[in-house]
């Protein structure tokens, strides 16, 4: 799998979580805050993969420096520091959802979900075009190699959880 295609299969993942979060705000309130927990719980591991797949592609080490660069390296960070930040909001709402009201945590899961969604087609529009015009072709293999093993390491992980939440759910 190419860089590109590996970022594009992670987005799939997420969206995918995504919609059964939006699709948890939208049953009683009981089943919604216990579907929200889970999902919750399911975003972490793709979360952190994100954020570690997106650390190996964007690393200035393997892209070439220039003055075009720079604008690109800033949207890079920015973006990273939001997804960073939403991180800290996924492990918040799952910590304090209990002691929220019901309006609240759907209102705060409507939120993130928007967020997240904003952040991917950012990087799919603006970032994801651009980086293929910087990075070195020399370092393309094994960026492409060590993205794709972190990816799959992501995909066992979240299938793990996914059996525990279907447990969970099943008992
Ligand atoms: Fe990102
Ligand atoms: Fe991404």
Redesign the pocket.
């Known amino acids: 799998m190419n860089i590109l295609e590996t ?1 594009a299969e ?2 799939r993942i997420f969206r995918r979580l995504l919609e059964r979060l939006a699709k948890s705000v939208t049953l009683e309130e009981s089943a919604a805050r216990k579907e929200i927990q889970n999902t919750l719980l399911l975003l972490f591991p793709v979360l952190d993969a ?1 954020e570690k797949i ?1 650390t190996i592609v964007f690393d200035p080490a393997h892209l070439d420096q220039g003055a075009k660069c720079q604008g690109f390296f800033q949207k890079v960070s920015h973006q990273h520091e939001q997804i960073h930040k939403l991180r800290k909001e996924v492990l918040d709402m799952r910590g304090n959802s209990r002691k929220r009201s019901f309006e609240d945590l759907k209102m705060g899961a409507l939120e993130l979900i928007g967020l997240l969604n904003y952040h ?1 087609e950012l ?1 799919e529009r603006e970032l994801w075009p651009e980086y293929s015009q910087f990075l070195r072709s020399t370092a393309a293999h094994s960026i492409g190699r060590r993205v794709t093993q972190k990816l799959k390491e992501m995909e066992l992980e979240l299938g793990k959880r996914w059996e525990l939440v279907e447990g969970l759910l099943a008992s």
């Open positions: 970022l992670e987005h994100h997106e991917f990087e």
